[in-house]
C-alpha cells in the first residue's frame, strides 16, 4: 500500500460506542458491531429510567427555567444535561465504524519477523519463540484481563499497558471508532527507503540542526534520500528540509519550533528552556548481545550518560533526550503559556473576544484550554494503544535493525528489500560500529510497545489542534510581543536572534505544526519510531481532538460559531463545536 493510500485512510470516520461490556470469549469490535443505533439509546435511557427530552427542544427551552430552585426546574436541568450527553453519543454512534487494514505480515511469515515482539521469548537470532507470541495473540483476541497476565515474557521488562486499547471514554470518539492507516511490509521498498532515514538520523545526531548541508554526514544523507523512489519525506531533500515533517510550516524558518526556544514561566517560576541532554558520541543496542538482551526485555538496562551543560534544543539527539522523558502534553501546555501570557490573538469566534463585560476563564479562558491539552492527550493514547495492540502490532526499527544485521552476516535471509542492504547509511554504521545494528540513542532500545501509531505523534496531533483552534493561527510570531525569533547558538548555551529566510512567515499554527513534528521526529533520531509512524499519527491525534470538540458543543451556554484551524494536511475547517 502506497502512501497515497495510507492517507486516504486517515480520514475523520469516528462513531461512538455504547458503554456495555462485551460478552465472554468475544472481541470488542465485534461486539460493537452488533449493537445497533436503537439499541443502545435503549441502553441509556434504561440507566437512568426516565424518557429523554428529544434534543432539538431541549436546546429551545428557556433558559431562565434553570435558575430557579425547587424540584421542576432542577428536573429540566437534568434533562437538558442528559440529552446533551445522548445527542452527543448519538451522534458519534450514527458515524460510519471504518475498517482496519494490516499490511498481512503477522500471517505472511509464520516467524513473525515483520510484527512487534519485543519482551517477549526470542532464540539467538531474535526470532520469536511461537508459544511467546501465540500467548500474545489470546490475550489480544480475547481482550480478557487474566489472558494478559497469562503473556510469555522474556524478561523482566514488562508490555506497556496493552488494555488501554480496550477501555473506554466518555468525551470523544471511541478508540474503535477511528482509522488511521496501513504501515508497509516488512519486505517493502517503502520501510527500506524509511529505514535508510533512520540509520542517517542515528549516525547524525551529534550534527547541529544549523549545519544541515554544511558538513559530510549530511551531505551523504541529503544525497542518498534523494535517490529512494519510495522515501516520503520532503523532497527534493535539502538542507533546509533534511529530517523534518510534512505539515505548513514544518520547512520555514528554524529546525526548532519557536515553542520549544522562547522562555516563559509556570507562574513565579522563570523558564529558559535550557535541555538537559545525553553526552555526544554516546550509542546504544550496536552489537548482538545488547540487542537480543533489549529484544528480550532482559533488563536492568543502563542509564544515559548525562551532560553537565543544560543547553537549547540544537541536535537530534537533544530532542530525543527530551523526547525519551517528557510528560506526553509538555511541549504544547508550555505553548499555551507563552501564547497566553504573551496576549497572543484568540480564534475571533471565542465568546470573549469582543465582550464588553466578561472575560474566559472556566470556560473558553486560559484554565480551559489549559486543562484541555492535558485532557485530549489520554484520549489520544487509547485511541492509538487500540491500533499498537489490537490491530497492527507492526514492529520497532530497532526490530528491523536486528534483521538487517542478521542478512548481511549471513545468519539469516529474511526477504528484506535491497535498498537498505545496499544503503550508504548501513556501510557507515558497519564502519562505525562494526554491526549493521540501527545505533540507539537509549540502553534500553525501544520501548515495550508496537510500533505503528506513535504515542507521542498521536498526542502531538490532538494537543496541536487543540492550540491551534484557541488561537488565532493565522497570526504571525513576529507580530506578537515579546517575541522574538531566535535559534541556539552553536555551543546551545543561549539563543541569537534568527534572520534568515522565513523570518516574517512563521505563523501559529505554522510553529505548532513544527512542534508537533519536532516531537515526533524527535523519537526518530531516537530511532524508537518510523517516519509513517508520524506521518499518520499526528492525523489520528487530529481526529481525536475533533471530536471532542464536537461533543463539547451542546455545554456552552453562550452562542458559539465554533473552531476554526488549519489542519495537518493544509486544508481550513470551520465551525467546529458549532452550537448555533
Not at 315 to 341: K, Q
Not at 399 to 404: K, S
Request: charged fraction near 15%; glycine fraction near 10%.
Amino acid at each position: 500500500m502506497t502512501k497515497n493510500d495510507r492517507q486516504g485512510l486517515n480520514r475523520m470516520n469516528i462513531g461512538t460506542v455504547p458503554a456495555a461490556k462485551p460478552p465472554k470469549g468475544s472481541s470488542r469490535r465485534a461486539f460493537l458491531g452488533q449493537v445497533g443505533a436503537a439499541a443502545a439509546a435503549t441502553i441509556a435511557v434504561g440507566a437512568v429510567g426516565a424518557d429523554p427530552v428529544a434534543p432539538a427542544a431541549a436546546a429551545q427551552e428557556n433558559n431562565a427555567q434553570e435558575f430557579g430552585h425547587n424540584g421542576s426546574t432542577g428536573r429540566t436541568r437534568a434533562l437538558r444535561c442528559f440529552n446533551n450527553r445522548v445527542h452527543a453519543a448519538q451522534a458519534e454512534f450514527n458515524t460510519r465504524i471504518p475498517d482496519e487494514v494490516t499490511n498481512g505480515d503477522e500471517h505472511r511469515y509464520p516467524n513473525r519477523i515483520g510484527s512487534y515482539s519485543k519482551g517477549l521469548v526470542h532464540n539467538g537470532i531474535g526470532e520469536v519463540d511461537r508459544e511467546s507470541y501465540e500467548s500474545l495473540l489470546r490475550a489480544v483476541n480475547s481482550g480478557e484481563p487474566r489472558m494478559f497476565e497469562q503473556i510469555q515474557l522474556g524478561g523482566t521488562a514488562k508490555l506497556i499497558d496493552p488494555q488501554a486499547g480496550l477501555a473506554f471514554d466518555l468525551e470523544g470518539a471511541d478508540s474503535h471508532q477511528l482509522a488511521i492507516g496501513t504501515p508497509p511490509s516488512v519486505a517493502s521498498r517503502e520501510i527500506a527507503d524509511t529505514a535508510v532515514e533512520n540509520y542517517w538520523m542515528a549516525l547524525c545526531r551529534d550534527v547541529n540542526f544549523t549545519q544541515y548541508g554544511n558538513e559530510p554526514l549530511t551531505q551523504a544523507a541529503i544525497v542518498e534520500l534523494n535517490s529512494l523512489p519510495a522515501f516520503h519525506g520532503p523532497k527534493p531533500v535539502t538542507p533546509q528540509n533534511l529530517f523534518r515533517g510534512f505539515t505548513p510550516g514544518d520547512v520555514l524558518g528554524p529546525y526548532v519550533s519557536q515553542f520549544l526556544l522562547q522562555p516563559f514561566a509556570y507562574g513565579a517560576l522563570p523558564i529558559d528552556q535550557l535541555f538537559t541532554t545525553y553526552v555526544p558520541g554516546v550509542d546504544y543496542v550496536t552489537d548482538q548481545a545488547s540487542w537480543l538482551a533489549v529484544k528480550n526485555g532482559q533488563g536492568p538496562f543502563a542509564q544515559n550518560q548525562l551532560d553537565p551543560n543544560p543547553q537549547h534544543m540544537r541536535t537530534g539527539r537533544g530532542l530525543g533526550a527530551y523526547v525519551h522523558i517528557d510528560v506526553l502534553f509538555e511541549a504544547y501546555f508550555n505553548a499555551c503559556l507563552i501564547l497566553v501570557d504573551r496576549g497572543a490573538p484568540l480564534d475571533p469566534n471565542n465568546p470573549f473576544a469582543n465582550s464588553r463585560t466578561q472575560a474566559g476563564f472556566g470556560t473558553f479562558g486560559a484554565p480551559h484550554l489549559k486543562t484541555l491539552v492535558a485532557e485530549v492527550s489520554t484520549r489520544a493514547l487509547k485511541a492509538v494503544w487500540y491500533m499498537k495492540w489490537f490491530v497492527h502490532r507492526h514492529l520497532r526499527p530497532e526490530e528491523f535493525g536486528g534483521l538487517v544485521h542478521m542478512n548481511r552476516t549471513n545468519q539469516a535471509n529474511y526477504p528484506l528489500h535491497p535498498d537498505i542492504l545496499d544503503s550508504q547509511a548501513v556501510a557507515q554504521t558497519f564502519a562505525k560500529h562494526k554491526t549493521y545494528f540501527l545505533p540507539h540513542a537509549f540502553p534500553e532500545g525501544c520501548p515495550q510497545h508496537p510500533s505503528y501509531g506513535a504515542g507521542h505523534a498521536t498526542v502531538a496531533g490532538a494537543c496541536s489542534t487543540i492550540v491551534k483552534a484557541w488561537f488565532d493561527d493565522t497570526v504571525p510570531l513576529t507580530s506578537i510581543p515579546g517575541i522574538t525569533i531566535s535559534q541556539a547558538s552553536e555551543d546551545g548555551f543561549s539563543l541569537v536572534p534568527y534572520n534568515g529566510a522565513g523570518h516574517d512567515q512563521l505563523t501559529i499554527g505554522g510553529e505548532i505544526n513544527k512542534i508537533a513534528a519536532n516531537i515526533s521526529i524527535g523519537r526518530n533520531h531516537a530511532a524508537v519510531h518510523w517516519r509513517y509512524d508520524y506521518v499518520d499519527s499526528v492525523v489520528l491525534g487530529e481526529a481525536v481532538a475533533i471530536s471532542m470538540l464536537r461533543d463539547m458543543a451542546g455545554c456552552w451556554n453562550q452562542p458559539f460559531e465554533g473552531f476554526s484551524f488549519t489542519k495537518f494536511d493544509g486544508t481550513r475547517v470551520t465551525g467546529v463545536g458549532k452550537n448555533t
